[in-house]
């Protein structure tokens, strides 16, 4: 397994509790050498199952906030033109942070931190070649990357790479939202507000600990920020108060104490993106379909690790059988998710705000 994250630990977390030994090679030198990012929302019948396939979904309700799952939606002037909020009992898509859930999965596993993959080489006489940063070689009866939305194993399957979307994202954060910030704590409400103008939106989103995560959405050409250092969080502040000028004070307050700002432009895949099937090699989540980030990539992520180490667990011993198997399941689901994501983002950016709120209302209960 090539990749540590919710795919890759989520596969070997379920071979794990079948008693098969799985090795997941990860290039970060350890669990926190890099952010972990923001909050997901693990969906019943996607995130959520595969956490039941791994035995952990007692312990992930332990863990998860069913409030998270509120949503406000504003205009630019902050008049409130939705407000959803989850029922006490209501756990279809309850949000945890992404460090919970990664330290939840790790559990027992044996991650080889640190090692870095390069190259991917399928075909040998003994099975699939994997080079390392450090010049090393190891071989492979099976390797599945999930490695990201640059994967390096995807290379050994598919010659596509990932395109921009014409949307870019820019991150920052607030802490202590309570304490600190109690004037916008309101706004954010128990989990996320959202507004939304002409080719721009701004959503801040709760996560534990009094943590605000921040997302100014944009669409622009990729080199936007050329005259600018993005390192210099002034200078990113002032450029998208600017982007943003004339909306509701409080809204904008959410840039105005936002720490460092992190630039997200938003790529993806194909919408079917498929690959003609190569012995010994897979891929799982974003190396296999990165699609915008509206909530259904990384339970799809969780979903298909956990379906494909339950059919090599428990399947016949036909292995590259039970690979061909599940790519074709996975590019069929992928699919789906891709069209509705690509059209999602067309619509929460566009330049008519009302789609954005048209969209919330068809998935949001009534």
Same mark, same amino acid.
């Not at 036909?318 to 790519?327: K, N, Q, S």
């Given at each position: 397994m090539v990749g540590s994250g919710p795919a890759g630990l989520t596969f070997a977390r379920v071979l794990h509790r079948h008693g098969h030994p799985v090795t997941v090679l990860e290039r970060d030198p350890a669990p926190d050498a890099r952010p972990p990012g923001g +909050?997901?929302? &693990?969906?019943?019948?996607?995130?959520?199952? @595969? &956490?039941?396939? @791994?035995? &952990?979904?007692?312990? *992930?309700q332990a863990l998860a906030r069913p409030e998270g799952q509120a949503m406000r939606i504003l205009d630019t002037d902050g008049t409130v033109l939705r407000d959803w909020r989850p029922r006490p009992d209501d756990r279809a898509n309850p949000e945890i942070d992404r460090r919970q859930l990664r330290d939840l999965l790790l559990g027992p596993l044996d991650v080889q931190w640190g090692r870095g993959v390069t190259r991917v080489v399928p075909g040998s006489r003994d099975g699939v070649q994997v080079h390392f940063a450090d010049g090393r070689q190891e071989t492979f009866d099976l390797v599945v990357g999930a490695d990201g939305a640059w994967s390096r194993t995807r290379r050994a399957v598919s010659s596509v790479t990932p395109h921009y979307t014409g949307v870019t994202s820019v991150e920052t954060s607030l802490d202590d939202i309570d304490t600190r910030h109690a004037d916008l704590a309101p706004l954010i409400g128990d989990g996320s507000v959202a507004a939304y103008g002409v080719n721009r939106a701004l959503v801040a989103q709760r996560n534990s600990g009094g943590h605000v995560k921040v997302y100014a959405q944009f669409r622009a050409p990729l080199d936007w920020h050329t005259h600018m250092d993005l390192a210099d969080a002034e200078a990113v502040r002032a450029s998208l108060l600017a982007l943003f000028d004339g909306w509701t004070a409080p809204v904008l307050d959410l840039l105005r104490h936002g720490a460092a700002f992190v630039h997200r432009p938003l790529y993806v895949l194909p919408v079917s993106h498929t690959w003609p099937h190569v012995l010994g090699v897979t891929l799982l989540g974003d190396a296999a379909h990165l699609m915008p980030p509206l909530g259904a990539g990384a339970n799809l992520a969780m979903l298909e690790g956990a379906e494909l180490a339950e059919s090599l667990a428990t399947g016949p011993g036909?292995?590259?059988? +039970?690979?061909? @198997? *599940?790519?074709e399941r996975m590019w069929a689901r992928a699919a789906r998710w891709a069209k509705i994501t690509t059209a999602g983002l067309e619509r929460l950016v566009s330049?008519?705000?009302? !789609? !954005?709120?048209? &969209? *919330?209302?068809?998935?949001?209960p009534s």
């Open positions: +909050t997901l929302d &693990l969906r019943e019948g996607m995130g959520q199952r @595969a &956490l039941d396939k @791994a035995g &952990l979904l007692a312990e *992930f036909d292995l590259d059988g +039970t690979v061909r @198997a *599940f790519e330049p008519d705000p009302t !789609a !954005a709120l048209a &969209l *919330f209302d068809q998935v949001q």
